[in-house]
Each structure stands twice: as structure tokens, then as C-alpha cells.
């Protein structure tokens, strides 16, 4: 089981959040949805604006069809539960991590930025799956997220693994420990809302 030392995370999840879901599941669930099609759409958006890192080419286009795939699943989910897809909302999450990213540097230092972003998001995702398997009371979703989790984890070690690929482990470790110390900042400053995350 992942846990916040293993992902890295230094802030764990406002309790309240879990109460949040719970009640506004389909708020939730639709939310994930737009988050497995962007997390699909970085992956595609990698692998075009570095078509010459091979490593990156092969390990991200499964992880395409992967997130695509998740995408879906949430889908027949919303619609098992009589519920729609509805509109993206601005992922106000998303919106504070990026400004996290240096500007500038070499071609490498900013697809090292970009690795750890996804890195990021990644872990995040998996510490909330991790939370909703855990907490709530439809067995199914609770399974679906369990999996999920598994998942998500994994990716978050591809994209660091990837990055220690472009730039030595010792730039990459430093960043990494910069981009988690933010977050944290990030993550204390939000309100919990109804929001994957």
C-alpha cells in the first residue's frame, strides 16, 4: 500500500475532504474523469514535444491508452449511477502547481520540470484514491479506486524515473524535494471542495 513517506507527499489530505466526496460523489467523479483525459492529453503533449527521447516515447504511450482507458471506466461509472459527464471546472490545484515550474533553462531542465509536475499530480491522485478506497461506503467505487491507486502510484515513479533520465539524480532529488515542499504550501492554503484534488 502507497503511503505519503513512499509517494513522497509532505501533507497529507484534510480529513474533511473524504466527507466531501462522499456527499458529492458525482461532483467528484466527474471531476476525475476531466483529470484522467488531461492526464492522458500530457502524456500525448510529452511525447510530441520530445519526439526524441525514445525512453519517453516508449514508457508514455502506454501510459496513454492507460489513462484513456481510466477515463472511460469513470465514465460507465457515472452512467451506472444515472449521472453525466457535465462541464470541466477550473482545477484550481493545477492552476497553483504549475506555477511551481522554473521558466527557461536548457531543452532537458524543462522537460525535467514538466516530468515532475506529472510526478506530482500523479502522487496526489493516488494518496486521494488511497483515502476513498479506504472511506467510503460504495464497495464498488472503493474497489475501482483501490486500483486505481495501484496504478497512479506507478506512474508517479515513471515520470521520476524518466526525469533521472534527462538530468543527474542529484538536480532531479533537489527539485523534486522543492516541487513536494510547495505543494505542501498548496495544499495548506486550499479549502477542501469537490474536487478530485
Not at 100 to 110: A, L
Amino acid at each position: 500500500m502507497e503511503d505519503l513517506t513512499t509517494l513522497g507527499l509532505k501533507l497529507p489530505t484534510d480529513p474533511r475532504w473524504v466527507e466531501i466526496a462522499e456527499k458529492d460523489i458525482e461532483d467528484i467523479l466527474v471531476d476525475h474523469a476531466y483529470c484522467e483525459q488531461k492526464a492522458a492529453s500530457s502524456c500525448i503533449s510529452l511525447i510530441v514535444q520530445f519526439p526524441e527521447k525514445s525512453k519517453l516515447v516508449n514508457m508514455l504511450t502506454p501510459v496513454v491508452s492507460e489513462e484513456w482507458s481510466h477515463f472511460e471506466m469513470v465514465l460507465e461509472h457515472l452512467k451506472k449511477r444515472k449521472m453525466t459527464l457535465g462541464k470541466a471546472r477550473k482545477d484550481e490545484y493545477v492552476v497553483r502547481i504549475n506555477q511551481i515550474m522554473k521558466k527557461g533553462g536548457s531543452r532537458d531542465e524543462q522537460l525535467v520540470e514538466k516530468l515532475l509536475l506529472n510526478a506530482l499530480i500523479e502522487a496526489r491522485s493516488a494518496e486521494r484514491f488511497k483515502i476513498l478506497s479506504k472511506n467510503i461506503s460504495d464497495k464498488e467505487l472503493a474497489a475501482f479506486y483501490h486500483d486505481l491507486m495501484v496504478s497512479e502510484a506507478g506512474h508517479y515513479r515513471n515520470f521520476l524515473d524518466l526525469a533521472k533520465t534527462y538530468m543527474p539524480e542529484p538536480y532531479v532529488n533537489q527539485r523534486w524535494k522543492q516541487f513536494l515542499e510547495e505543494e505542501a504550501k498548496i495544499m495548506e492554503s486550499l479549502e477542501p471542495g469537490k474536487s478530485m484534488h
